[in-house]
C-alpha cells in the first residue's frame, strides 16, 4: 500500500555562491546593480571611492545621498533574496518619483561578486539615526546548510552613522580581485560611465569614481566622456517616435541629419549638410510580417506598433575610420585615440529613463544585426565597428513589456522586444539611406576620383574622344577609347539581358503564387464561383504564355507601344485589384495613338514594368498616409509632342518625388525599405541603350488630369 508523504522543497546556502557569481557577469555589472539602487533611492550623486587597490587593505566604498533605509526595509527587502518589493506595481520613489530600475530582488549579491567582505551602513531621509550591518560572506555561508537558517546582526538606532547626512554607504573589503591594471580600472570606469547616457547626459543623477591612490587616479582621469570626440563625427542622426492619436494611426516620425565634414578642401565640393522632417515612417512589411501576421501589406509605421514601447528616440554617430578623413576631423596625430575611442564604444546602447541596459552595444553584442545586414544587403552600409548609437526609452512605459533578463544581459526576447527591434532597424535604415550620396563624396575624395553624379558614360566617352581629337591623339589613343565603348557596351547588354529578365521573372513568379494562394483559399468557401476560379485561372495561363515569349527575347525586334502597355498590365493585373488601385490605360482602348518601339523586348517590357511597380508602391503608400478613402490612381498613357520622340508617360497620384533628379537614377538609391535601389538605375541604362531617355516630369507640365498629382515619369523613344 502507497504512502503519501509530505516534504519541504528546500534551498542550500550555496546557491548564495552560485547566485552571486552566475547571475552578476562582471565586476562592473556588479557595481551596475548597486548603483541602480541608488538611483532607485532618490540620490542625486553616487560616489565610488577605488582605495589601496594596490595593498592587502584595498577597498571599494560606494557612498550615496539617496533615501537611506529603515530597519523594516532592510529585513523585508534588502536582506530578503528575490523580494518583490520593487515589483508590487510600478514602484516609483518619493522624492523624485523614479520608476524603479530593480525588480528582480538579486541586485544585493552584486556586492558578493565583488568582495568576502561588506559593510552597509545608511540613514534614512530626515532621521538623525541609522543602521548598520557587517557581512562576511564565507562566515554566514558556513554558519548553516540552509538559506532559511542564514541570519545577520544589524545595529539600529546609530546616531549620525553618515555624520549628518542621508543615503548609504557599502564598504567593500577582502576584494575578489586582487590583480588590479590599468586595463581593468580604465574599462571599469567606461563602463560605470555609460550606465548614464554620454549622448544626453544629466544633472539630476551623477556618478563620481575616485581613488586615494595618485596613479589610479591619473588611470580615472584618462577616461573621457564621449560627448566631444561623438560632436565631431562625420554622420550624426537623431530621431523620435511616438503616437500620434490621429484618425489614421500613423506614428509621428521625427528625425534630423547632419553631414558633418571638417577642413576638407574647396575643390572637394564637401560642404556640410543639414535635413530634418517631420513625416511618417516608411516600413518593411515582410520584417514586420514575421512579428505580426496582419501586416505584411502596411506601408507605414502606425501608432498600435508601438503598443508596449509607446516612445523610442535615439541617437546614431557613424565614423569613417579612414587615416586622412580621421587627420581631417579630429587633427593628424590623433589617428591612433579616435580608432581606439571608435572601436571601445562602437555598437548601439539602450538606455531606459537615462540609466543603461546591459548588454546592449557591448563588443560582443550586435542586437540590431548591422554586421549581418552590412555582409547581406548590396550598397553601402554602416557596420556595427564603425557606428555608436543609443535608443532611450521609457522605464514607466516599458516595465511590464520589456523585461530584462535575471542575469541582467537584456531583454527577455518576446514579441514586444522584436517589434522593437524591427523598428529601430528600420530607422537606422533611413539614417543609411540618407548618408548614401555623402559617404560617395568621401570616398571620392579618399580615392581621389569624382563622385557619381549621373549615368553619363557615353557622354563621358565622347568628352573624351573630343578632347583626344583637338589635342591630335587619335593615332595613339582613339583605337583604346573605342574598344572600351565598345567592351562597356557589350558587358553592359549581357548584364541586362541576364539580371533584368532574372527580376522579371520574380515579378511573375510572385505575382502567380500570390494569385494561387488565394485561389486555394477561396475554393476552399462556402457557396465559391468556380466559374471564377477558372476564369481566374485562365487569366493566371494567359499571363505566363504572354510574358514567356518576350522575356526570352534577348535580339531587338521592332513592336508597338499598345503591346508593352498589355504584357505589363498582364503583369500587374492582379495587385492593380489586390489594392483596389484606379487604372488607366487608353492606349488599350485605342484612345490614344500608338506607335512602334526598337530594342530587346524583354528589357523594354522590365523598365516599363519598374516604372508601374513604383507607381503602384507610391501611391499605396499615400493612400495609407493620407486615409479617408483616398483611392490609389495611375495612368499608362502615351505622350507624341512634348518630347523630341514618341514617349510611354506612368503618373501616379502618390506623394511624388522626393529625391534628386541626378540622385533617383544612381545604384543603391532609394527611399523604399524594401528596395535595393537599382531598379530607376536599370530602367536609364535600358533606355540609353535603345536610344531614348528616362525623364522625369510632371502632370501639370503633361496636362494631366489633375488627381495625377504625384509622380510622372517619361520613357522617351527615338523618332525613327
Not at 82 to 107: A, F, Q
Not at 228 to 249: A, I, M, P, R, V
Not at 335 to 363: H, L, M, W
Amino acid at each position: 500500500m502507497s504512502i503519501i508523504e509530505n516534504y519541504k522543497v528546500r534551498t542550500n546556502s550555496h546557491i548564495i555562491n552560485l547566485l552571486g557569481d552566475e547571475l552578476i557577469g562582471s565586476d562592473s555589472l556588479a557595481l551596475f546593480e548597486i548603483v541602480k539602487n541608488s538611483y532607485d533611492a532618490d540620490a542625486n550623486v553616487v560616489t565610488i571611492n577605488l582605495n589601496n587597490l594596490f595593498s592587502e587593505n584595498r577597498s571599494i566604498v560606494i557612498e550615496d545621498d539617496g533615501n537611506g533605509m529603515t530597519p523594516e526595509v532592510i529585513a523585508n527587502a534588502w536582506l530578503t533574496i528575490g523580494t518583490d518589493y520593487k515589483r508590487k506595481s510600478v514602484k516609483v520613489s518619493p522624492v523624485l518619483h523614479r520608476t524603479s530600475l530593480g525588480n528582480k530582488g538579486v541586485g544585493r549579491l552584486a556586492v558578493h561578486r565583488l568582495a568576502n567582505r561588506i559593510m552597509l551602513e545608511t540613514q534614512p531621509r530626515g532621521c538623525s539615526i541609522g543602521s548598520r550591518l557587517r557581512i562576511d560572506w564565507d562566515d554566514l555561508i558556513s554558519s548553516s546548510k540552509e538559506v532559511e537558517g542564514l541570519s545577520v546582526d544589524v545595529e539600529n538606532n546609530i546616531l549620525d552613522v553618515l555624520e549628518g547626512r542621508n543615503g548609504t554607504r557599502i564598504t567593500l573589503t577582502q576584494l575578489r580581485e586582487e590583480n588590479w591594471t590599468k586595463s581593468k580600472v580604465t574599462q571599469m570606469v567606461r563602463k560605470l560611465q555609460n550606465i548614464i547616457n554620454p549622448f544626453a547626459p544629466s544633472d539630476l543623477f551623477q556618478i563620481v569614481i575616485k581613488s586615494n591612490i595618485y596613479q589610479v587616479q591619473q588611470w580615472i582621469n584618462s577616461v573621457r566622456t564621449p560627448v566631444e570626440t561623438l560632436n565631431d563625427s562625420l554622420y550624426q542622426y537623431s530621431f523620435s517616435l511616438e503616437k500620434s492619436n490621429k484618425e489614421n494611426g500613423l506614428t509621428r516620425f521625427s528625425w534630423h541629419y547632419r553631414f558633418n565634414p571638417k577642413n576638407f578642401p574647396p575643390s572637394s565640393e564637401i560642404e556640410p549638410r543639414d535635413d530634418s522632417r517631420v513625416e511618417e515612417l516608411l516600413i518593411n512589411g515582410n520584417l514586420f510580417h514575421e512579428i505580426d501576421m496582419t501586416s505584411k501589406d502596411k506601408m507605414l509605421l502606425r501608432d498600435s506598433d508601438l503598443d508596449g514601447i509607446e516612445t523610442i528616440s535615439g541617437t546614431f554617430y557613424a565614423f569613417n575610420l579612414d587615416g586622412k578623413i580621421i587627420d581631417l576631423s579630429y587633427g593628424s596625430g590623433n589617428r591612433g585615440k579616435i580608432k581606439d575611442f571608435v572601436s571601445e564604444y562602437a555598437g548601439v546602447r539602450v538606455f531606459r529613463d537615462g540609466i543603461r541596459v546591459y548588454n546592449y552595444g557591448e563588443p560582443a553584442d550586435d542586437w540590431l544585426y548591422l554586421d549581418q545586414a552590412k555582409t547581406k544587403r548590396m550598397g553601402s552600409h554602416f557596420a556595427k565597428g564603425q557606428t555608436i548609437g543609443a535608443i532611450n526609452l521609457s522605464l514607466k512605459e516599458t516595465k511590464d513589456t520589456l523585461v530584462e533578463k535575471t542575469n541582467r544581459e537584456g531583454f527577455i526576447e518576446n514579441k514586444c522586444f522584436e517589434r522593437l527591434v524591427a523598428i529601430v532597424q528600420t530607422v537606422f535604415s533611413h539614417f543609411e539611406r540618407l548618408s548614401i550620396k555623402d559617404r560617395e563624396k568621401i570616398n571620392a575624395y579618399q580615392h581621389d576620383t569624382v563622385a557619381q553624379r549621373k549615368i553619363g558614360f557615353s557622354e563621358t566617352v565622347d568628352q573624351l574622344e573630343e578632347s583626344i581629337k583637338k589635342l591630335k591623339l587619335e593615332h595613339q589613343l582613339g583605337g583604346l577609347v573605342k574598344k572600351v565603348r565598345r567592351d562597356y557596351d557589350d558587358m553592359r547588354d549581357v548584364m541586362l539581358n541576364s539580371g533584368m529578365n532574372g527580376l522579371n521573372l520574380t515579378v511573375v513568379f510572385h505575382e502567380v503564387s500570390r494569385e494561387m494562394a488565394f485561389i486555394g483559399k477561396d475554393v476552399t468557401k462556402k457557396d465559391c464561383d468556380i466559374e471564377s476560379i477558372r476564369k481566374r485561372i485562365e487569366d493566371l495561363n494567359d499571363l505566363i504564355e504572354k510574358f514567356m515569349p518576350m522575356l526570352k527575347q534577348t535580339r531587338k525586334i521592332t513592336l508597338n507601344a499598345s503591346i508593352l502597355a498589355e504584357r505589363v498590365v498582364a503583369i500587374h493585373k492582379n495587385r492593380f485589384s489586390y489594392h483596389q488601385i484606379d487604372f488607366e490605360c487608353p492606349i488599350m482602348e485605342n484612345k490614344e495613338k500608338d506607335f512602334k518601339v526598337y530594342g530587346v523586348g524583354g528589357l523594354l517590357l522590365n523598365a516599363l514594368s519598374n516604372i508601374v511597380d513604383n507607381a503602384i508602391y507610391w501611391s499605396c503608400e499615400n493612400a495609407e498616409r493620407v486615409g479617408n478613402g483616398y483611392k490609389p490612381s495611375i495612368l499608362l498613357s502615351t505622350d507624341l509632342k512634348t518630347f523630341d520622340g514618341p514617349a510611354l508617360i506612368v503618373a501616379d497620384n502618390g506623394a511624388g518625388f522626393k529625391m534628386e533628379e541626378e540622385e533617383m537614377i544612381l545604384p543603391f538609391r532609394t527611399l523604399k525599405p524594401t528596395s535595393m535601389g537599382v531598379g530607376l538605375y536599370y530602367v536609364s541604362l535600358v533606355m540609353s541603350m535603345v536610344g531614348g531617355k528616362l525623364i522625369f516630369t510632371n502632370g501639370k507640365e503633361l496636362e494631366l488630369p489633375e488627381k495625377y498629382s504625384g509622380a510622372c515619369v517619361a520613357l522617351v523613344f527615338p523618332k525613327n
